[in-house]
């Protein structure tokens, strides 16, 4: 059963649609990525689920129950946000303990409970200090504290992460994930941050100007995306234009302007269809040396840039068309150099041309 | 230097504070320690009699109280008009908030004679409003020459200064803590008694001060709406002095009050800032 539903989700400000006709579930337990660029409608989804906006149409369900018109104090959503709001004149404990004051739960049961809470977030000690006192991270779990310490059925978070440093970012994107999965706790997960969705999510939806593209898997979001937006909003891609010639199932052959290529694609594309061959930098070779049956094009050095652990070379195929090509780079290449790319047909990845 | 430097920016405020108001007090201070004359403003005969005079008179706490009672009851309607009204405000859209703030201050605009006079015209026994009642068969209100009156006068003057000093506190709540309280299951009242109205404090503190004061120091809108029936401090303490020529006794009297006011706030803060932290 659906733990939070989603349905013709729409919601209009005046001439603009934020949300449009959005339906998606997550499963119990499950932790659903809304990701995609600022101002796509992913915040305005979850402030809807929250209570705080209210739909111009579509129905949202939480478990069985139907919350379309309830008040957000009747939803019993555990809510963080970006900015945490954590309530500055209350100390780190009375902030976590609001909810379950709010609850009518006995004085004796909720300093238990928050002393409990506390600790798991490794926050013991510090339930006297003011949220002021406190640093990004220790504010966040804080906020994380206060959001599972009542029990919600759900966990919605805004953006958790954004406000803290790229070290703190990742260490707490693992913290998050095994929080979530102990509490067993069914999570929207609002994030711009693609990387973030992809570690973080069971499912990822993707959203575009309020409309939901796709909602797969990370890994099918990221290796089989249906349309050329998606592909290109997921991690690093080429995109190389051509047209569809031949088809056998999910395998293609795309005649592009550097050369023929064999690959998979999304099932509507007949042959004749305008396509877009998404290829990953990483599953690019460079050199002659690649395994049978890969795709080979010609080509010629543009720049290469040493990246650390990886080295960037960018290989102009066509008029006008440059492929990225990432890999630990053996031979260093020079600017002008001719090479040979290649690439297995599972690297290319067809989706319609302009979708 | 530089510190220095900044120092010398209190020097505006401090030579103006000490001139007009720190050496006059003190002036006031010594005249109410001489004894009164008729035939000089004060003999410079030190005594204690005007103050013994002043605490031994039922009459002077009577209007004492009377002052303090307006006061607190000018501040707690001005309070209860101008919260809805700052948080509206503080919460419009930019452009509205400017018209709004305009309508806000416009008592403000009009002289303080002038404002009373029209308030006068409305209340009085063959006023508008009495006018208007007795066309419908009503019998007249007694709306002037009594405490309404001067009550109604200073609420409608002093609500601009409350609602300029909440406006400011209100405006930096960040609206999600509001969201966030209501997430946890406070319902909208409960939202803003536990987290609005305490972290708007600040402003209601520095709003209630201000119109407590300016309520009990107020002399034209009670004499006027009042009629010389209400008797507030400073309307006795001026009368004393160009009625009775009795300077000392109307300073010694300034100087009570003076002290009562400071005592007054002092119990208030305390007051306020044990509800702010219960047990400690």
């Known amino acids: 059963m659906a733990e939070i539903g989603l349905r013709g989700l729409t919601k209009r400000f005046g001439e603009v649609t934020a949300v ?41 369900t939480l478990g069985d129950r139907d919350v379309t018109g309830e008040a957000p104090e009747h939803r019993n959503c555990g809510m963080v946000f970006q900015h945490y709001a954590l309530f500055p004149h209350l100390t780190v404990a009375q902030n976590v303990a609001f909810g379950l004051q709010m609850r009518r739960v006995p004085r004796a049961d909720s300093e238990r409970r928050v002393a409990a809470i506390l600790d798991k977030v490794g926050l013991g000690g510090l339930g006297r200090r003011l949220p002021r006192e406190l640093s990004g991270g220790q504010q966040q779990r804080t906020a994380l504290a206060r959001a599972l310490v009542i029990n919600p059925s759900v966990l919605l978070l805004d953006e958790p992460l954004a406000n803290l440093d790229a070290k703190l970012r990742e260490e707490m994107r693992f913290y998050i994930r095994s929080l979530q999965r102990e509490f067993g706790i069914t999570t929207l997960y609002v994030t711009h941050d693609q990387a973030e969705a992809l570690v973080l999510a069971d499912r990822v939806a993707v959203l575009m100007d309020g409309v939901l593209r796709q909602f797969d898997a990370p890994e099918e979001i990221y290796h089989r995306p249906r349309s050329a937006a998606v592909a290109a909003f997921i991690g690093l891609t080429n995109l190389l234009p051509g047209t569809v010639v031949s088809r056998a199932g999910e395998a293609m052959v795309v005649d592009t302007p550097a050369g023929r ?23 690019i070779d460079l ?35 440059v492929l990225r090509v990432q890999g630990r780079a053996t031979a260093p290449q020079r600017g002008g150099e001719r090479v040979t790319v290649s690439f297995p047909d599972d690297a290319a990845w067809a989706v319609p041309a302009d979708a | 230097m530089a510190g220095a430097a900044r120092h010398l920016l209190l020097a505006p405020a401090a030579v103006l504070l000490l001139g007009f108001f720190v050496l006059p007090y003190l002036n006031m201070l010594v005249i109410s320690v001489m004894t009164p004359s008729p035939t000089a403003a004060y003999l410079h005969v030190f005594t204690l009699r005007n103050y013994a005079a002043i605490v031994g008179d039922a009459f002077t706490w009577g209007v004492i109280w009377h002052t303090i009672q307006i006061g607190v009851l000018t501040t707690a309607i001005a309070l209860a008009v101008s919260y809805p009204l700052a948080y509206h405000l503080a919460r419009a859209p930019r452009r509205r908030k400017g018209l709004l703030m305009a309508l806000v201050i416009s008592p403000l605009l009009v002289g303080v004679l002038i404002r009373t006079y029209g308030w006068m015209i409305l209340l009085q026994d063959t006023g508008l409003i009495n006018q208007a009642r007795a066309a419908l068969g009503l019998r007249p209100l007694a709306l002037m020459y009594n405490d309404l009156g001067v009550l109604i006068g200073l609420v409608h003057v002093f609500i601009p200064f409350m609602v300029l000093a909440i406006t400011g506190p209100i405006q930096g709540i960040d609206p999600e803590l509001e969201l966030a309280a209501r997430s946890l299951g406070a ?18 503190v520095a709003g209630t001060i201000l119109v407590f004061v300016l309520t009990i120091s107020s002399y034209v809108i009670p004499s006027l709406l009042g009629g010389f029936k209400v008797l507030t401090v400073p309307i006795l303490v001026i009368r004393t002095i160009t009625e009775l020529f009795n300077w000392p006794g109307g300073s010694a009297f300034a100087i009570l009050f003076f002290v009562i006011t400071i005592a007054v706030l002092w119990a208030y803060l305390r007051a306020l800032g044990r509800a702010a932290h219960p047990g400690s």
């Open chain 1, 20 to 60: 449009s006709g959005l339906t998606l579930e997550a499963a119990s337990g499950e932790l659903v990525a809304l990701l995609g660029p600022s101002g796509c409608g992913k915040t305005t989804t979850l402030r809807m689920v929250a209570g705080f906006e209210t739909p111009t149409a579509g129905r949202i």
């Open chain 1, 261 to 283: 290529v064999r690959g998979r694609g999304v099932p509507d594309l007949a042959p004749g269809a305008r396509a877009m061959l998404s290829i990953r930098p990483e599953h």
């Open chain 1, 287 to 321: 050199g002659g040396e690649a395994a049978d049956g890969a795709n080979r094009l010609r080509g010629v050095v543009v720049e290469r840039t040493f990246l650390g652990a990886i080295t960037d070379v960018r290989v102009q195929v066509g008029d006008g068309l």
């Open chain 2, 187 to 204: 319902g909208f009242w409960r939202t803003f008694w536990r987290v609005t109205f305490p972290l708007s404090m600040p402003g209601v």
